[in-house]
């Protein structure tokens, strides 16, 4: 059974970092693309970052580049995000989620299965 567990979410003030961490089992790591993927009350789902296991070939949204870095542990099979800079604007819950072929994506349905999400929460 594949599971991914989203862990590091919590409350910060404006300029300040945390590390989110995603933690995933039940298939092999290799040859995968992970996203993160937020959604924050009454918007739709946006992705963030994604990374190719594979040859970590990475995205980031125009709104994190320059301040969120993914990058992955294939011997822990977790991928994190590094959240640096965070505003106000950047509080919503994170998911991670995985699709079964090495081609990153940022588009939610191209993703097979997600993790319960973690809340982040930036004060001005």
């Known amino acids: 059974e594949v599971q991914l567990v989203e862990t590091g979410g919590g409350l910060v003030q404006a300029g300040g970092s945390l590390k989110l961490s995603c933690a995933a089992s039940?298939?092999?790591?290799?040859?995968?693309?992970i996203a993160w993927f937020r959604q924050a009350p009454g918007n739709e789902r946006e992705g963030v970052s994604c990374?190719?296991?594979?040859?970590?070939?990475?995205y980031y949204a125009d709104s994190v580049k320059g301040r969120f870095t993914i990058s992955s542990d294939n011997a822990k099979n977790t991928v994190y995000l590094q959240m640096n800079r965070l505003k106000p604007e950047d509080t919503a819950v994170y998911y991670c989620?995985?699709?079964?072929?090495?081609?990153?994506?940022?588009?939610?349905?191209?993703?097979?299965?997600w993790g319960q999400g973690t809340q982040v929460t930036v004060s001005s």
């Open positions: 990374i190719s296991i594979n040859d970590n070939t990475t």
């Open positions: 989620a995985v699709r079964g072929i090495v081609s990153i994506s940022h588009e939610e349905d191209d993703y097979n299965y």
């Open positions: 039940g298939f092999t790591f290799d040859g995968y693309a």
